[in-house]
């Protein structure tokens, strides 16, 4: 992507979900039902991935009770069902579901995106990245972005093949263990992604939600408002999420982003 001209893009910070149970103290009063978490997050930010759907697809009433929930101008981010990026078969109908429940949200104006996320097993070959490709026809219109954890995908023939499709690159911040990525800016479309793991290293092969027990410290939030400013000097908008979900630790890190970049 070639640098823009003019006014730096926007730059929309949310978090990785919002419906944990272990917010509530560290972010949701003690006494939230579960149904009000999000009337309560809309309060403090203006987009959110939904993740739950790399589980199971939702049928279009729930997402219709979502959408009414939040104000115009909110934004969502959805993540695509395993079936594509980590069982990669079955996806072609399960990508068809996908899309009809989340017609309410697109019908509002609100649906920015489908959030691809590839695991780490999943290693840069042809046949993959032209499997990658495929993304782009199963889910229509909506933007597609996607996310890589094995850095044989850092590559330029990856990025122009990408851009090429029409299809974003996240970037991400995660522990610095074997074959992972490290922080980047790249971008392919107009639009910029982070997402922001956490780096406990530790704990990351354990997998469970103790991977994302990580507290960034102000040091490391000031670089990624370097990197961030440079995606934006190049994108329209900028989508960065926390994923460090562990005891609310994304919202704090979240807030303390925003102050950061003065937004």
Known sequence: MTETMGKPGEVRVGTSGYSFADWVGPFYPESIQKGKMLDYYVGHFNTVEINSTYYRIMHAAVFHQIEKKTPPGFEFIVKAHRSFTHDRQGHVDVAR???DSLEPLARAGKLKGILAQFPWSFKCT?????????????????PLFVEFRHNSWVRDEVFAALADEGIGYACVDEPQLRGMLAPGTQTTTDIGYVRLHGRNGEKWWGGGGERYDYTYPDQQLTEWVGRIDKIRQRAQKVFVFFNNCHQGQAVRDAKRLVELLSL
């Open 126 to 142: 042809p046949s993959g990245l032209e499997y990658v490709k495929t993304g782009k026809r199963l889910f229509g219109d909506v």
């Open 97 to 99: 579901q996908l899309n």
